[in-house]
């Protein structure tokens, strides 16, 4: 039977509707045979994420049966691409903050021309992130930038970490006292 509606050839030798995936086993590109919705009795791409064998669609829309890469945003959970584009249903860059709301504290869409445009980041300014938090350059939530948000007992920016040193840029840390300057090889 080569019709596509009436896919199965029976023990009397007359064309019907596929019952199962084993009457669709002959057909390498629709194996699944469709038991519910409108293609009801043929065989189709996928009637479960079982039958879809590409890891690049490895989820099946049982609506259409056809495998797909992502079905909604929830399926796209790389921070570059955390929006499931409807019309290629693949993982796209965001273009908005909402496209970015399902990836938990990475909440932020990184919308100005840069390269890391279309990227889901933790904060673009000092406000999104906690109190006492700033923004870097990499997006991220850190204690500090630059000595100023440092308090006198680590009086120094380190690593985006406030620190009791001063790190040199031959990784020697320089202690500052108010009488004298010791240098620690091992810090």
């Known amino acids: 039977c ?13 064309c019907e509707l596929c019952a199962s995936d084993l009457h669709c086993s002959d057909r390498p590109s629709t194996l699944a045979c469709a038991t519910t919705g409108a293609q009801f009795g043929t065989c189709v791409e996928c009637q479960t ?20 890469n992502c079905l909604s945003h929830y399926d796209c959970l790389d921070s570059s691409n955390a929006l499931c584009e409807p019309t290629t249903t693949t993982c796209s860059p965001c273009a908005s903050d ?7 504290i990475t909440q932020r ?16 300014i000092h406000d999104d992130c906690n109190p006492g938090q700033y923004c870097n350059v990499n997006y991220e939530c850190v204690i500090c930038i630059n000595n ?10 380190n690593n985006f970490e406030c620190d009791y040193c001063y790190q040199t840029p031959g990784f020697l840390c320089v202690t500052y006292y108010a009488d004298r300057t010791v240098c620690n090889s091992d810090s």
């Open 49 to 68: 994420d079982a039958h879809c064998l590409d890891p690049v669609k490895p989820l099946c829309n049982v609506e259409t049966h056809l495998c797909q």
């Open 109 to 124: 869409c990184v919308v100005d021309n840069v390269p890391e445009q279309g990227t889901c980041v933790r904060c673009l």
């Open 98 to 104: 909402t496209e970015c709301s399902h990836l938990g």
């Open 2 to 14: 080569l019709s596509i509606s009436v896919p199965y050839c029976n023990y009397e030798f007359q």
């Open 148 to 157: 100023e948000e440092c308090g006198y007992s680590q009086p120094f920016c």
